[in-house]
């Protein structure tokens, strides 16, 4: 009787063991996804101040009545490895949260084929295809504002390459308004960028 009563004791202790394992996993799923975004996040505001501050100090710069060009284009050349830096940072930040968002949804369809009833079980998995459907949408909408990013920087690199030969030349033959034109642009696609993190806030708080 003794030994009944030990091996259900035991079998309760076990199924509350794997129970509250099967939680801390489903919260560790949630925690990692929350921690990319944000750290995403960080790395946003941290490329945005760099590159709109970088901009306009090369506008001020170069629209200056006798601007000193050789010194402009080394002030530029520095600021741009630093955005550099902080772009590929967004990029591998960027790939973290897709990896962490495809993990958590992996994990909410496991938790929720594990339920017994049909109904109750169908019911949870129509509402993770929906949240995934709406996270697969912002998440390609941050995507293509990343690409563009790529672009804008490659346009940056330009830019500076016109800009030390012109100061090797002495003389300014590239319109300022190109510069204007990239700056607006990085300031759109930063901004895009904030809602996409907003967007994965809200996955992860519910």
């Known amino acids: 009787m003794k030994r009944i009563i030990f091996i259900g004791f035991a079998i309760v202790a076990l199924t509350i063991s794997c129970k509250q394992r099967e939680t801390k996993s489903a919260l560790k799923h949630g925690d990692v996804l929350k921690s990319s975004i944000e750290n995403f996040e960080k790395d946003r505001k941290k490329l945005s101040t760099k590159l709109v501050a970088s901009l306009e100090q090369a506008q001020n710069d170069l629209t200056a009545e006798d601007p000193d060009l050789p010194k402009a284009s080394k002030d530029f050349e520095k600021d ?11 990029q591998k930040g960027f790939d973290k949260v897709g990896k962490s968002s495809e993990a958590y949804f992996a994990k909410l369809d496991e938790l929720s084929n ?58 300014l033959e590239q319109n300022v308004d190109e510069l204007n034109i990239i700056a607006q642009q990085a300031k759109a696609l930063l901004g895009d960028l904030e809602a996409f993190t907003q967007a994965g806030r809200e996955l992860v708080e519910g």
């Open 80 to 90: 741009w490895n630093s955005i550099m830096k902080r772009y590929n940072d967004l």
């Open 114 to 171: 594990n339920i017994n009833k049909e109904s109750l079980r169908n019911e949870e998995l129509a509402k993770n295809q929906t949240l995934k459907r709406k996270w697969d949408t912002s998440y390609q909408e941050a995507k293509v504002s990343v690409d563009k990013i790529t672009e804008v920087l490659e346009a940056g690199n330009d830019f500076h390459m016109v800009l030390v030969a012109s100061s090797i030349r002495q003389k």
